[in-house]
């Protein structure tokens, strides 16, 4: 049983696990964990250094070296840092997309933040948001939630954020087939649920419903004895 209570929540691109984990951690007072912009990160500083996919080992120690730092919770968000500069913005632009998925494929790069990752779950109590959290990175976490929803309903909320001209609907959904095949297909750390996970298909819900559900689960595995 980890020393502080962790709450792991994982499922695929667009099922609002973003809005949804950050919101459970600000209301809990724990530290939130977004291990999809760590891998953010590490794209980012391979196209900044001129590094490219074929030089995986070379990206692999740079994870190594990177400090990435997740500045507080404020109204919802949360600043990011890279070496000491700010990179919230930096690390949602098409170009990051474009590579941040086989950046995420490279195992010496998963290695490297598996590390920070865990390190952040002994520091005290945490709310990690990802695709392995629950199978890999917190396996012992006392709440395991795999958040999901159906693929058109992702690709209606993905298309309402993008800016206007970005493509359809059909587009975006055809995309997240493509990636959600990419990310659960890979050998190291697929995206899967645990089988003790408690599965949530958002299609239907509001975000404050998904929220108190996973509040509710949350003050049920500390009364259960997972401690602070
Ligand atoms: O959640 P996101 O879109 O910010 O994630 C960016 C990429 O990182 C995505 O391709 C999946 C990958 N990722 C991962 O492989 N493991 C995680 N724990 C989190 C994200």
């Known amino acids: 049983m980890p020393r502080h209570h962790q709450i792991a929540i994982d499922g695929p691109a667009g099922a609002g696990k973003s809005t949804v984990a950050r919101a459970v951690a600000e209301r809990l007072g724990y530290t939130f964990v ?3 912009a760590m891998y953010r990160c590490v794209a980012l500083a391979m196209l900044r250094s001129g590094l490219t996919l074929d030089d995986a080992a070379a990206v692999g120690e740079l994870a190594e070296r990177l400090q990435i730092e997740f500045g507080p919770l404020q109204a919802g968000q949360q600043p990011v840092s890279l070496d000491g500069q700010e990179v919230t913005a930096a690390i949602r632009t098409p170009e990051v997309h474009a590579v941040v998925s086989p950046v995420s494929a490279i195992p010496a790069v998963r290695a490297a933040l598996l590390r920070q990752q865990q390190a952040y779950g002994e520091q005290g109590p945490v709310v990690m948001e990802g695709r392995d ?5 917190l396996p012992a976490a006392q709440t395991k939630v795999y958040l999901d929803a159906s693929p058109a309903e992702r690709a209606r909320r ?11 609907v059909g587009d975006v959904e055809a995309a997240i087939r ?6 659960s297909g890979r050998a190291n750390a ?3 649920a645990a089988p003790e996970a408690v599965h949530l298909l958002t299609d239907g819900l509001s975000v404050e419903q998904v929220i108190e559900r996973i509040l509710d689960l949350a003050r049920a595995a500390v009364r259960a004895g997972g401690s602070r």
């Open 34 to 36: 977004d291990t999809g």
């Open 133 to 137: 959290i629950q199978t890999v990175v």
């Open 158 to 168: 993905r298309h309402a954020e993008l800016p206007p001209g970005s493509g359809s």
């Open 178 to 183: 493509e990636r959600d095949a990419r990310d």
């Open 190 to 192: 697929p995206l899967r």
